[in-house]
């Protein structure tokens, strides 16, 4: 079965720090895509990177940088020199490598909160 | 691109009453919509699969009798709650694929900004 486990459920830094929202997947299919969103107090989720399964490349986006290690099965996501606006809750998706009606359908692990304290 | 929208943004209603909610991808077509219901502090919950033209596909546990999913168009879909219950009090959203000729476009979810319901 396919599963998303983001285990740290709330995380508290000061503004500045650097801080890591990890995220552990399961899965047996070969072919996948991960993703994290952003969901403000507002409730909108805000896109922020999708990662196929066949490009372990990291990738960096301004303050933005995510750790994708197959061997581990990890998607990490770092945001560095934090912001209050910053503040929101995590989440990281796993794709269902089974198409209905010509489309994968999401598994969203728990989400992480993350207070950025000035 | 791949705007999607959702209406109303809140409503409150009594219990026992039905509440219709839309959800419209702005500028693009989807023949599947995704609807989601997320508790406070919890996870997003796939609801039900929409399908343009045809039944909706719901998840194990959901009542579709309770939520009815009618998807008329390419571009909307609705989820109404019928005989809403204080239990159902909600945020519920609805999401659908983009489009493109590649499969990392049409297998990124876009999603609407929410429907708050809250039944009394």
């Known amino acids: 079965a396919q599963k998303v486990t983001q285990a740290q459920t709330e995380i508290s830094v000061v503004e500045k720090e650097d801080v890591t929202l990890d995220c552990v997947y399961e899965?047996?299919?070969?072919?996948?895509?991960l993703f994290w969103y952003k969901q403000p107090p507002s409730g909108e989720l805000v896109f922020l990177i999708r990662?196929?399964?066949?490009?372990?490349q990291n990738e960096i986006s301004g303050r933005y940088s995510w750790n994708f290690q197959k061997s581990t099965s990890s998607f990490n996501f770092t945001i560095t020199a934090s912001q209050v606006v910053d503040s929101a809750v995590y989440f990281c998706?796993?794709?269902?490598?089974?198409?209905?009606?010509?489309?994968?359908?999401?598994?969203f692990g728990t989400g992480t909160r993350l207070k950025v304290l000035a | 691109g791949a705007v999607v929208s959702q209406h109303p943004s809140w409503v409150i209603c009594k219990s026992g009453t039905s509440v219709k909610i839309e959800c419209r991808s702005l500028?693009?077509?989807?023949?599947?919509m995704f609807w989601y219901r997320q508790f406070p502090k919890q996870s997003l919950m796939l609801m039900a699969t929409?399908?343009?033209?045809?039944?909706?596909?719901?998840e194990q546990g959901v009542e579709k009798d309770k939520f009815l999913i009618n998807h008329a168009s390419l571009t909307l879909s609705t989820l109404t709650v019928t005989s809403a219950h204080p239990e159902d009090s909600s945020f519920y959203i609805c999401?659908?694929?983009?489009?493109?000729?590649?499969?990392?476009?049409?297998?990124?979810?876009?999603f609407g900004p929410g429907t708050r319901l809250t039944v009394l």
């Open positions: 999401s659908a694929p983009g489009q493109g000729a590649y499969s990392w476009e049409i297998d990124t979810q876009y």
């Open positions: 899965t047996r299919d070969t072919t996948y895509y």
């Open positions: 990662r196929n399964s066949f490009d372990e």
């Open positions: 998706a796993l794709s269902e490598n089974k198409r209905t009606s010509g489309t994968y359908k999401y598994i």
């Open positions: 500028d693009f077509q989807a023949t599947t």
């Open positions: 929409s399908n343009e033209g045809s039944k909706a596909t719901y």
